[in-house]
């Protein structure tokens, strides 16, 4: 981020813990990370993190033996979903014929959803069927929205 705008509020990282590192890594966060400009800088047999040109972070986590293939519950508390921005629908679209070819489960395709006006979004989900968006939101669109 750049020093003129706020910090308050803006997202720092997000740590995902998941069944198997190594195969979600190579499966699907590595392609995706890299897809949406990320790099890994830390890259560990228990956790790496990725790092975005703006400053966030993706943290992951290998879960502990006992949690491993434990299901997320995604309307119990805890994590619904996660959202990344895109700065298109050009770039939206771009990612659901990546994430189609890539094998990665596409819960909703790019489509005008009704959040807010010009809200474009793709839905999916990671091996241990965590929920991942890639929206598009036009300039006079408020970030405030929850899909």
């Not at 975005?52 to 979903?81: D, M, T």
């Not at 659901?96 to 809200?119: F, K, Q, T, W």
Request: aromatic fraction near 12%.
């Amino acid at each position: 981020m750049t020093s003129d705008m706020p910090l308050l509020g803006t997202m720092n990282h997000v740590a995902i813990t998941v069944s198997d590192l190594a195969e979600s890594t190579a499966r699907f966060y590595g392609p995706l990370l890299r897809f949406l400009g990320y790099e890994p800088i830390v890259e560990e047999a228990e956790m790496s993190v990725w790092l975005s040109a703006s400053g966030c972070a993706v943290n992951l986590w290998q879960a502990k033996p006992q949690h491993a293939g434990r299901r997320p519950e995604r309307y119990a508390p805890g994590f619904h979903h996660f959202a990344f921005n895109a700065d298109s629908r050009a770039s939206v679209d771009r990612c659901y014929i990546y994430l189609r070819e890539a094998g990665i489960e596409i819960l909703d395709p790019p489509a005008e959803y009704d959040y807010e006006p010009g809200y474009y979004a793709l839905f999916f989900a990671d091996p241990d069927g965590m929920k991942f968006e890639l929206v598009h939101l036009p300039p006079q669109s408020s970030a405030s929205v929850v899909a």
